[in-house]
């Protein structure tokens, strides 16, 4: 099958992917889209959003529709590196009576898995899950465990309750390839939530692709040709966030660090797969537009002016994309 063909079937998949969700989460369009650009293009995401806004019930249901194997792990202070990537137990031979460790697997070896609460735990425990993103692996006792392909981490953030978390680095929020913010649903969308979830009804939702058919969509994004003129968009956008020589007056004004070279990376890998999904054959400046906030949105860090003056990182970003030009 040519790639063209199969990028057909990716979109018609993804349509009915999209349909299975949409029987159980209400609104969210946004953030179900955002879910699966990263998901189809190999990265992970960051989900920042207030309790009760059906997180762990979204990703549970992207699971159940695309056939894969779902974990979720709840973050809190005294979890223990062991408890995520798992741990040796002794145990007796039957055969020879001799007693021998066997590695019991964790909860990371999954394919989606769900952190809820990242910054609830220490440092040390918060590294462990973030060298398993990194390598797709897990090593314990001096052996390597390669983690079940496609590999698809999740991690939640309350914004209110801060006291007794350790925020992530910026180093380490830099794995996550997109930040997303659940907002609240409109009045619409909640009135339609509670009919729904007080009702005695359990919509049921079939499985659309597996992990097969995943990895070679995921392979097939990559493959996907990009114009000059829009890679040399996605540079300019990235580097246009640090707030060096020339740099916009609103970047120097509100900025202390800007976005690596991962960030530029993310846009295009990001823009391919939004593209694919949508049916496009290859990506355009709309798609780069489209997911630059997810992606820029953990990766400037702010100063005290832009703390003192109220000004978000949306705010910022929003008037940077106006600013360069095509």
């Not at 293009?41 to 959003?49: P, T, V």
């Not at 740099?247 to 823009?271: M, V």
Request: charged letters at 25%; a negative charge.
């Amino acid at each position: 099958m040519k790639d063209t063909e199969k990028l057909k079937l990716l979109n018609e998949s993804i349509n009915q992917v999209r349909n299975e969700i949409n029987k159980v989460i209400i609104g969210q369009k946004d953030t179900i889209e955002q879910l699966l650009i990263a998901l189809f293009a190999k990265g992970h995401c960051l989900l920042i959003g207030v309790p009760g806004l059906a997180k762990t019930l979204l990703i549970r249901t992207l699971s159940q529709t695309l056939n894969l194997k779902f974990s979720r792990i709840q973050f809190t202070p005294d979890l223990m590196p062991s408890d995520i990537t798992g741990t040796e137990v002794i145990e007796e031979n039957i055969t020879t009576r001799q007693k021998e460790f066997r590695f019991v697997q964790g909860p990371i070896f999954a394919n989606i898995v769900l952190a809820d609460e990242i910054n609830r735990t220490p440092p040390k425990t918060q590294s462990a899950l973030l060298e398993a993103m990194q390598e797709h692996n897990v090593t314990a006792a001096g052996t390597t465990y390669a983690l079940d392909e496609p590999f698809f981490v999740l991690a939640t953030q309350n914004p209110i309750e801060q006291e007794g978390t350790y925020p992530l680095p910026e180093a380490q929020l830099d794995r996550f390839m997109f930040n997303i913010w659940l907002d609240y649903p409109t009045y619409d969308e909640e009135k339609e939530i509670v009919r729904s979830t007080t009702a005695d009804y359990i919509p049921e939702v079939n499985k659309v692709l597996n992990a097969e058919q995943i990895i070679e969509f995921q392979n097939l994004i990559r493959r996907i040709p990009v114009a000059e003129n829009v890679v040399d968009f996605a540079v300019r956008i990235a580097r246009a966030t640090r707030p060096n020589n020339g740099a916009l007056k609103i970047i120097k004004d509100f900025i202390a660090y800007g976005a690596g070279p991962r960030a530029s990376q993310y846009l295009i890998l990001g823009a391919k797969a939004k593209a694919a999904l949508n049916g496009k054959f290859t990506p355009d400046i709309d798609d780069i537009r489209s997911v630059a906030a997810p992606v820029l949105r953990h990766r400037i860090v702010t100063n005290f002016n832009a703390e003192a003056d109220n000004v978000s990182h949306n705010e910022i970003i929003e008037a940077l994309l106006k600013e360069i030009s095509i």
